[in-house]
């Protein structure tokens, strides 16, 4: 467990029973009927009366409103749901394919294979056309795109560009998304 998972643990801890710091709360009962305000001992010997827990539901309130509630079971099922969603997400990972301005026609066809298995597997895919020799690319003017273009143009059928190809230092770098089928 990780040093910030138990500062939430301690944090949600903090809102049960004797924890709670306020000194009179608005009381619900495992019913949803309200039963007022009550001194917080009083509330917590009443919901322990009924095998409850007394749970601090909105803490930042003026008067904390509590709730009568059985706060393992009420855990259990939270870390249920977040097991749930968490099962349920799909990571997106970004992999990368290198290119140079030179490079020849067999190594830029398996660049290109490799970048549509990528973006058939669900992954973007980061282009990225690294200049040799920064300095000769910046005095002769406009760099060399046509290896990175030529690359767009034949992946285009399966990805989309999700901006314009960038520049940076020695690198000029696209992301590619997966079209939606």
Known sequence: ?????KNIE??????V???????????IDETGTSRGEQLTQDAIRMARERNFDLVCVAPNATVPVCRF????KYRYEMQKKAREAKKNQKI???K???LTPVISGNDFETKLRNGIKFLQDG????????????ARMLNYGDPDISVLERFLTRIADIANAEQKPVLEGKNMSVILAPKKK
């Open 1 to 5: 467990m990780s040093f910030i998972s």
């Open 10 to 15: 301690r944090k949600n801890e903090a809102l």
């Open 17 to 27: 029973n004797e924890n709670i710091g306020a000194a009179k709360v608005l009381v």
């Open 69 to 72: 509630m059985d706060y393992s």
């Open 92 to 94: 997106i990972t970004i």
């Open 96 to 98: 990368e394919v290198r």
């Open 123 to 134: 992954d973007k895919l980061k282009v990225t056309l690294t200049f040799h020799r920064r």
